[in-house]
């Protein structure tokens, strides 16, 4: 990698391609799109008329599928904004490596127009020095030690350049291991089929050869190349952090279910706090088969003290759902909190709409899985 004095360029400081990276970001969109399309398509095939053994056991299985697709697609749309968010810190740090340009030469030109100003005060001093020796006077003329006015400012270009390579390698190293995050260690799962992470999904090779070796430790990482994401690069972050849209789907949850021709999310109003009871008064035959949970959960009532959502709306029997008590240690106490826990740290001033989208997703993902099922 070049450094200040021997280039101009302020891609040779920083090096790598943000448009390149914003082109398959946008692949990474649009395949996260078609995904959560398929789970879509596969949620409503419609085996009713089938019975039998076979399939019973097709549906035990098959039920499983569209949560993989809805996965599928929540991966490659994650994935496409860490790596946007990334786009946009290298930007950033080339724009700081080109302001780093501008100082060294202008320190550059103080340092030469200095230097001329001294070489000719010591040819001056010189000339008269042997004018006055040859006239027998003793007076000798000193001209101080040359003192570089440039010297401060190179400081700060190498400070400006230093900085924004620093910046950049924590982003990147952030978005290394947010695509590590959601790239499956398990045996072949339906997303780690269809490729080694969400980057290898949407088809981004490395063969593309838009991205320079110093700064694509993200789509390394999203191969799992995890000793070529140690990049040298920098990082920059005029971003307050990973996201406020971070882990949310490419479009809102509620259209997704809506033209899916399912009911979005909602809160109703309750007569009473006693949710297992509201909910088992609807179905009694459920009751010692599930457990209970919020579409919603009660943890939002703290996180997001001024959203106004009473205890009512929370413990209404819209909020509520069946989880069947074999499922409870893997879907709610795992999946769906793991879920839920990332929303909360990327959205840390949402809104109740924003929480009924949230939970609009998480029915929209595992919905079939409920009992009653709500997908």
Not at 61 to 71: A, C, L, Q, R, V
Not at 84 to 100: D, F, K, S, V
Not at 192 to 216: R, V
Request: hydrophobic letters at 35%.
């Amino acid at each position: 990698m070049a450094e200040l004095g021997e280039t101009d360029n302020p891609r040779a400081l920083i090096q790598g391609n943000p448009e390149a990276i914003d082109k398959n970001v946008q692949v990474l969109n649009s395949r996260g799109k078609q995904a959560v399309n398929a789970a879509i398509g596969l949620r409503a095939i419609d085996t009713g008329a089938w019975t039998g053994p076979a399939a019973n056991a097709f549906r035990d299985e098959f039920s499983y599928e569209p949560t993989k697709w809805y996965e599928a697609g929540d991966s490659l749309t994650y994935a496409g904004e860490v790596l946007g968010l990334y786009a946009g810190t290298l930007r950033w740090a080339q724009g700081q490596a080109r302001e780093a340009i501008e100082l060294w030469k202008q320190a550059q030109q103080q340092t030469a127009k200095a230097r001329a100003k001294h070489d000719q005060a010591v040819t001056d001093a010189t000339r008269q020095n042997q004018a006055n020796a040859a006239a027998g006077n003793p007076t000798c003329i000193t001209v101080e030690p040359f003192s570089d006015p440039g010297q401060s400012t190179r400081q700060a270009a190498r400070d400006t350049l230093n900085r924004a390579r620093h910046q950049l390698k924590q982003v990147a190293d952030d978005t290394a291991q947010a695509l590590r995050s959601i790239t499956p260690a398990e045996e072949e799962t339906t997303l780690s089929k269809m490729g080694h992470g969400a980057l290898d999904l949407a088809g981004l090779i490395p063969g593309i050869g838009e991205l320079a070796d110093g700064t694509n430790a993200a789509w390394y990482a999203g191969q799992g190349r995890y000793a070529e994401a140690a990049i040298s690069g920098a990082a920059a972050v005029p971003f307050a952090g990973w996201a406020a849209t971070a882990g949310k789907a490419a479009d809102k949850a509620t259209d997704i279910a809506k033209a899916a021709g399912h009911a979005p999310a909602r809160f109703g109003h309750a007569t009473h706090t006693n949710y297992r009871k509201t909910f088992f008064e609807k179905h009694p035959d459920l009751e010692g088969k599930v457990v209970v949970h919020h579409a919603v959960e009660q943890k939002a009532l703290k996180q997001y003290p001024n959203n106004g959502i009473t205890a009512a709306e929370m413990h209404s029997y819209e909020n509520l759902r069946g989880i069947p008590k074999g499922e409870n240690a893997t879907l709610h106490l795992s999946e769906i909190r793991k879920e839920w826990n990332r929303f909360y740290k990327h959205n840390p001033n949402a809104s109740t709409e924003d929480l009924l989208d949230f939970a609009t997703h998480i029915d929209n993902k595992y919905g079939g899985r409920f009992n009653p099922p709500v997908r």
